[in-house]
């Protein structure tokens, strides 16, 4: 019975492994576009994104939804169509990824503090910056789940 949850843990580990490797080779892409093309509309929508995460931190929202929210806004404002495609993939990747690692590190919601990051560069229009703020989160997704595949 061990074995047999110890391999079933570990599958699901190394599919949020292979989850995240994704939204690694998409999402910093993505928040770059979102520097040179995004709309003030759709800037003010990764803003109410990112004020639903401080909602969520005071228990007004719920935090997973305001995560995967600001960062499909994010992708929507790529002005990219083949990654406004895969914004329902990335919410499924998301909705697992964000919860697991949130409950490793033992904390219910996002850091508000890297994610205002990101917002900031998209809105100064340094896709390089912008693409190094969302870098740095996925790694430390990917370093938590890695830590997991034991």
């Known amino acids: ?3 047999c949850l110890l391999k079933q843990n570990y599958a699901f ?4 492994k292979e989850f995240t490797q ?13 520097a040179l093309t995004a709309s003030a509309e759709q800037l003010v929508e990764i803003d109410k994104a990112l004020e639903r995460m401080v909602d969520a931190e005071e228990g007004l929202d719920d ?3 305001a995560d995967i929210a600001f960062h499909t806004s994010i992708l929507a404002a790529s002005n990219n169509r083949f990654f406004v495609q895969l914004t ?6 998301l909705r697992v990824s964000i919860r697991y690692t949130n409950n490793i590190k033992g904390v219910p919601g996002a850091d508000v503090a890297k994610h205002t990051e ?4 998209i809105k100064s229009r340094n ?5 190094k703020a969302v870098e740095i989160i996925l790694e430390e997704a990917l370093e ?3 830590s997991k595949l034991v």
């Open 118 to 121: 990101i917002l900031d560069t």
């Open 13 to 16: 580990n190394s599919m949020l």
């Open 63 to 65: 935090p997973l939804e």
């Open 127 to 131: 896709p390089e910056r912008a693409k």
């Open 1 to 3: 019975m061990k074995v």
């Open 22 to 34: 994704v939204r690694v080779a998409l999402e910093p892409q993505a928040a770059a576009l979102a």
């Open 144 to 146: 938590l789940i890695e």
């Open 88 to 93: 329902e993939f990335i919410s499924t990747a």
